[in-house]
Structure formats: C-alpha cells, structure tokens
C-alpha cells in the first residue's frame, strides 16, 4: 500500500489542514463565483486577479503585486532582474534555501544568476556572515520562516539590521515569504512590518493560504512590471489565472485571521512535547506554527512507527521522515493547522502519546 492509499484509509490526520476533495473545492469556488459574480480574467487583465494583485501588495506595503503561476519561476525571477539592476550576478543565499535544495539547478542552468552560500545549514544567516562576504552582491535572499530547520527565524533586530545594511551596500534584499502569514504570530508583527525594508517579497498562494497554486511577488511599480514581462518570457502567462485567485481569495481572510489561533496551538503543542524527550521540537520555542521533531530512531523505524499507528488507530501523523544529522536518527515536519487546532485536546494528548510509546 503507498503512503497515499494508507492516508485515505485513516480517519484522523494530525498534522496540516484539511484536504477537502476535488468535488468540495470546486464546488465551493463555483458558489463563490456565482455570489461575487466573477468573470474570469484575460492572461492576467480582469477586475478579481487585479483587486487581488492590490490587495496583496497593500497587505505587504508596495506599491505593485503580480501574479505568478509558480513559486520557483517568481524567484528566480526576481533575484535575476535584481541582479541585472545592481551590475552583480551574486545572490547570497541559505543552504536550506528552496532555490538550491529544490529547483534542480535552475538559477545555474538556465543562467538566472550566480549563488552563494551563506549561513549555517542549521541556523538562520546573520548580519555577521552577510558582512563577512568579501564579493559585490546583487542581491540577498532571506526565508521567513525557513522551512528546512523547523520555521526558524532571526531576531526581530537582527532582521532590522540585515535590512539597513543591504540598503546601505545598495544589495537588493528579497524575501522568501512562502509562509510570511505563518511568521506574524511568532514575531507579533503585521506582514506589512516584516516586510518593510526589502526591496522585493514573494509569497505562496497555496501552502498556509490552501489555494490551488501560484505566487504573488511584490515590490515597485517598475521592478513589478519588468517581473510580469520575464514571466511571459518563460511561459507564465496562462489565458485564465481566475481559478488560482478565487481558490486563495475566497478564503485568504479567514486563513490569515486564523494565523494567530494556530500559533497559541503550536505553543500548546511544544508544552506537550515536554513530557516527551524522545519527540524533541526544533526550533526550541515557536517562532511560527510549523517545526521539526527529532527522534532518536531512524527514519526507517521512524516511517514503521507511523504506518502502524495508521493501521491500528487510524491516524495519519506526518507525510515522511527524513534522516537526522545523527546515525539512527530522524526527523519530520509538522504544521500545526486546521486538523490539530480543531481537535481536543485530550484526543491529541493520545495520539502523541501513541506514537511516543511506538517509538520506545
């Protein structure tokens, strides 16, 4: 059986939130349609996607937003045209970062730009190792939260200083917002605030925002409008984006109102993750609903434990384990959404004590 069919089998999901069906969130989108009366759009002209694109930029304080239809080409996108603008083809990125750990070499291959590395793969990049690169950058990329180490983020201060250095040294600063609405709670900031200070911000339509795909990038009039010409170049100029935008815009206010609820949910979590020293959170508090949980198994023992808790009880606890820098180690991610934050809490208090004992 693959991991898909033993999830349909389970009728408990802990981690993420709920995936309705093709049926319901069609369904859902037709009705939004019919009580909005919304017209789909004309390779990006039409009054939904353009309110939309407004709205975005307003919520992050720019003046212009554009759609994308995926993440990978919006940022690469953008760190080019930075790269361009700024007479340097350097880009200093995370190890962990997506463009490096997940584009298959695309930013190198199809002559985006150059990167280099900075930062511990295990730490948020500081001010220190930013300044300590001797070369002219075009641009710096900094993720918030960052996924591959659990939703870490730097200090408040530290993200300040970072911002006025690269203003000073004329470094375009671009962030990787994927999951900017999920980092508000942990910094207590509005995404206007954090994202004050850089010079481009790309955010997901569909991780915490649970939309069909596509990606909003953010920053001026001009570098927007040089953005939607190089997504047209590389083939992202679909006849319709309407069902990507009414799938993150029917539910985009709710998602984000909920943000705060999920991040007291997660606290919760890690009190309750205390009582079990073989389920080890990373990062050591919140800094936004999401984190990484080690154990002292490996990932084969780890993915075992998982698929008898599935078959026995019914609930489905992560989608994989990955390999911990430890021999006969592991590591998964959870994102503590609408399935824990809805759940009693003693029913989650079980499940994690399930697995706990499976473990030992």
Known sequence: MTDAELRQTCDTVFSGHRQPTPAETFGAMAAWCAQHDIAHDNYGEGALIQAFEKKIAALLGFPAASFCISGTMTQVTALRLACMERGSRLVALHPTSHIIRHERGNHQLLDHFQALQIGDPHRPWTLAELRALPDRLGAAAI???????????????????????????????HMDGARLWEAQAGFGQPPGAIAAGCDSVYVSLYKGIGGLGGAMLAGSEAFVAKAREWFRRQGGNVVHRSPYVVAAA???????????AL???TEWLYEVLRDYPQLTPNPARPQAN?????????????????????????????????HAALPEHSMFELYVGDNLLTMPDQRAREIVALFAAELA
């Open 143 to 173: 993720e918030l939260p960052m996924r591959e180490i659990g939703g870490q983020c730097p200090g408040w201060n530290e993200l300040n200083q970072i911002k006025q250095y690269c203003r000073e040294q004329g470094i375009h600063l």
């Open 250 to 260: 029917m539910q985009f206010d709710a998602r984000l109102a909920a943000m705060p």
């Open 263 to 265: 991040f007291r949910r």
């Open 290 to 322: 999401m984190l990484h949980v080690h154990m002292p198994v490996s990932r084969e023992r780890a993915m075992q434990a998982r698929n008898l808790i599935a078959e026995r009880h019914g609930v489905w606890l992560f989608g994989r384990a990955n």
